[in-house]
């Protein structure tokens, strides 16, 4: 049984394991202001292209989510997110739990644009209700989908306009830098957004997530923050030796280019065999709307999400590739195919 269900199946790769064995006896500093996270921090600077941003190292993206959200946002102010957006499906009520409203906007393609966002500050005109005031979003999507440059510089410019705070979950981040029809560079996120985070867990990284902050009014005493929602580790070298190495010779980025490029694999043979897809995705999650029947026996080799009913004899499944997948499996899970389409 392999698994196409997520990119975080396996650990991490090699060179990261090797890293933190290496360092296993060494005397650092705790909670992140060890010489390794420190140095880490200094590369990513470097790769942003700013010096004017604050970086903090957290453990996962749910709990930096939440503690981004709560630690932005005043008591009677709400966040706008996608309908299929993580804090609002897959987070368990995390932001809610903050005392945070999450207003979902239904979108086709995964994506907020200005017309979602103006939409709903029309809607919240007074004090009876909660006041729109963070837009969250996450590049790449939950459904695999990517912002453009133009459409990101859109965003960004009505939320300066309006007030509002522009937020990057960037789980799936590297996946979407390194897609063929991405436009955007780590300096345009840090010049457009107030804060993302660049994700770890889901790119070679046992586990962690790199918070950047860029606007000035949301820095202050963010460490405070971090500490009250339990987010900070003790033995924080972990996060920061992994992100030195993944940053120190662009790692991050081949690891998140292998996975793109097994994507692609399937979407070119999955379409050469007359399948069509739920939603259009250039980055590493795939999906295909296949015949019941057909995803019944690729079950019994391979595991994957179902993902949406589209009628009684056909649904859409999600494949996902990782910096680990193995071509041979992607291979093997297209001739399966092939096998079982009339």
């Avoid at 889901?202 to 923050?225: S, Y």
């Avoid at 998140?256 to 399937?266: D, V, Y």
């Avoid at 259009?280 to 709307?289: E, R, T, W, Y």
């Amino acid at each position: 049984m392999y698994s196409f269900k997520n990119d975080y199946s396996e650990g991490a790769h090699p060179r990261i394991l090797n890293a933190l064995l290496e360092s296993n006896f060494e005397q650092n500093e705790g909670y992140g202001e060890d010489h390794y996270s420190i140095k880490a921090i200094e590369l990513l600077k470097e790769e942003i292209e700013s010096k004017d941003i604050d970086i903090h190292f957290l453990v996962g993206g749910t709990q930096t989510n939440l503690t981004v959200i709560s630690a932005f946002l005043r008591p009677h102010e709400a966040v706008i997110s996608a309908d299929t957006g993580h804090i609002l499906v897959h987070e368990t009520g995390a932001i809610e739990a903050t005392g945070h409203k999450v207003i979902s906007v239904e979108v086709e393609d995964g994506k907020l644009r200005v017309e979602h966002v103006k939409n709903v500050l029309e809607m919240h005109t007074d004090e009876h209700m909660v006041k729109p005031k963070l837009v969250y979003i996450s590049n790449s999507t939950e459904i695999g989908s990517i912002y453009k440059k133009q459409e990101l510089e859109e965003l960004s410019g009505f939320c300066k306009e309006n007030n509002l705070i522009l937020y990057i979950d960037g789980a799936r981040l590297g996946s979407a830098l390194c897609s063929e029809e991405n436009d955007l560079k780590m300096s345009d996120l840090a010049r457009l957004a107030d804060a993302f985070y660049i994700g770890g867990t889901k790119n070679g990284a046992l586990l962690g997530e790199a918070l950047v902050i860029c606007k000035e009014a949301l820095k202050e005493d963010f460490r405070f923050h971090i500490k009250q929602k339990g987010a900070m580790l003790a033995k924080g070298k972990l996060l920061g030796i992994q992100f030195l190495e993944l940053f120190r010779d662009k790692l991050y980025f081949d690891l998140a280019s292998h996975a793109n490029k097994l994507a692609t694999l399937l979407i070119n043979e999955i379409e050469t065999m007359g399948y069509k897809f739920l939603v259009h995705s250039p980055s590493n999650q795939v999906f295909p709307i296949l015949p019941n029947k057909v995803i019944e026996k690729l079950q019994e080799k391979y595991s994957f999400y179902m993902w949406s009913k589209v009628d009684d004899e056909n649904s859409s499944i999600r494949l996902v590739t990782s910096w680990a997948t193995k071509e041979d499996a992607v291979k093997a899970f297209i001739e399966d195919l092939k096998s079982l389409t009339i």
